[in-house]
């Protein structure tokens, strides 16, 4: 089993930063992607920038160049500095990881920080 705790969401003014942090523990197995995803009221999950154990990172459209994604594996965490924040950004973000065992995928979710930007 895997477990993620998500750590710095808040209210930032337009225009502001902020930075995410997500740690993993239990059975982790690598290579495996760990990401970010956010969900407004109203909206579908979406992607928000994700980012392989080998260093590969893909971005929502939304949020390339304002948002980057970095980890740390052998801490087993990942985070997300958001700058340039917009209204369009608030949402609750989930830390996931995905990984593979025994040719089987696993995703795992955080429980979720909500993330809002006033104007």
């Known amino acids: 089993q895997v477990q993620l705790v998500e750590s710095g969401g808040g209210l930032v003014q337009a225009g502001g930063s902020l930075r995410l942090s997500c740690a993993a523990s239990?059975?982790?197995?690598?290579?495996?992607?760990m990401g970010w995803y956010r969900q407004a009221p109203g909206r579908q999950r979406e992607l928000v920038a994700d980012?392989?154990?080998?260093?590969?990172?893909n971005y929502g459209d939304s949020v390339k160049g304002r948002f980057t994604i970095s980890r740390d594996n052998p801490k087993n965490t990942v985070y997300l500095q958001m700058n340039s924040l917009e209204p369009e950004d608030t949402a609750v973000y989930f830390c996931n990881l995905v990984q593979m065992s025994v040719g089987v995928r696993y995703d795992y979710w955080g429980q979720g920080t909500q993330v809002t930007v006033s104007s």
């Open positions: 239990g059975s982790i197995y690598s290579p495996n992607f």
């Open positions: 980012m392989g154990s080998g260093g590969s990172a």
